[in-house]
């Protein structure tokens, strides 16, 4: 059974830092992972999504990286701003069922001023 | 409209009531997904729709929860005789349905419901 587990459970950083958030599934046989942020009161917005061929995804200052063969995969998080507080969440897809995401309980993160 | 809409945004109920939860999906979005949010926890997936019919209804807690989509668009999650148990956020996500696991779903900001 896929599970996924996201560490830390929640962050608290300086603004300008840069931070790595920390995904990991116990199946690797994925047809993608997504990483997914979450505003109190909306919806869940998709930030990268990496095909289980690729390695990597950037947007912007987002870079998320997927090691398929140890069960990781991370997002960094480039001169970090009060805007990017939220809750990110990261998602995988089984090979075996090309929508059901897996989801992770996600990282509270709060960006200081 | 410009994204997945859900109504209501919350919803208090006392234990045993009947709730409806309505999803609009992004138009022309042929699948269409409800997911179940508990409290700190990641979204958990309930049922998938491609079109009118449910394709996969695997993650369905009981026979207490159904959802239906008449015309493969808005799509109604009802749960009969609620439960303490049921309070959580319903998201409901869509798609264009077309490519598989490729594509994104896009969320809509969910139901809150409260089960008293």
């Known amino acids: 059974k896929q599970e996924v587990t996201q560490i830390p459970a929640a962050l608290s950083v300086p603004e300008g830092e840069n931070l790595v958030l920390n995904c990991s599934f116990t199946?690797?046989?994925?047809?993608?992972l997504q990483w997914f942020r979450q505003d109190p009161g909306k919806g869940l917005t998709s930030l990268l999504l990496?095909?289980?061929s690729q390695r990597e995804q950037t947007s912007g200052r987002l870079n998320a990286s997927l090691d398929k063969s140890s069960g990781r995969s991370t997002l960094y998080i480039a001169a970090s701003q009060p805007g990017d507080s939220a809750t990110y969440l990261c998602?995988?897809?089984?090979?075996?069922?090309?929508?059901?995401?897996?989801w992770g309980a996600g990282t509270k993160l709060i960006i200081k001023p | 409209g410009a994204g997945v809409s859900q109504t209501p945004s919350n919803k208090v109920t006392e234990k045993g009531k009947y709730v409806e939860l309505r999803c609009d999906p992004i138009?022309?979005?042929?699948?269409l997904y409800w997911y179940r949010q508990s409290l700190g926890q990641g979204p958990e997936f309930l049922i998938y729709?491609?079109?009118?019919?449910?394709?996969?209804d695997s993650g369905l807690p009981n026979d207490r929860f159904f959802a239906v989509r008449p015309e493969g668009s808005v799509s109604t999650l009802k749960i009969q005789r609620t439960e303490r148990g049921d309070s959580a956020v319903y998201l409901c996500?869509?798609?264009?349905?077309?490519?598989?696991?490729?594509?994104?779903?896009?969320f809509g900001p969910g139901t809150r419901l409260l089960v008293l």
């Open positions: 729709f491609q079109g009118t019919g449910a394709a996969d």
């Open positions: 138009s022309g979005h042929t699948a």
């Open positions: 990496i095909q289980s």
């Open positions: 996500a869509s798609s264009y349905g077309t490519s598989g696991g490729q594509e994104t779903q896009y």
């Open positions: 199946d690797s046989a994925i047809y993608n």
């Open positions: 998602a995988v897809r089984r090979k075996d069922s090309n929508y059901q995401l897996i």
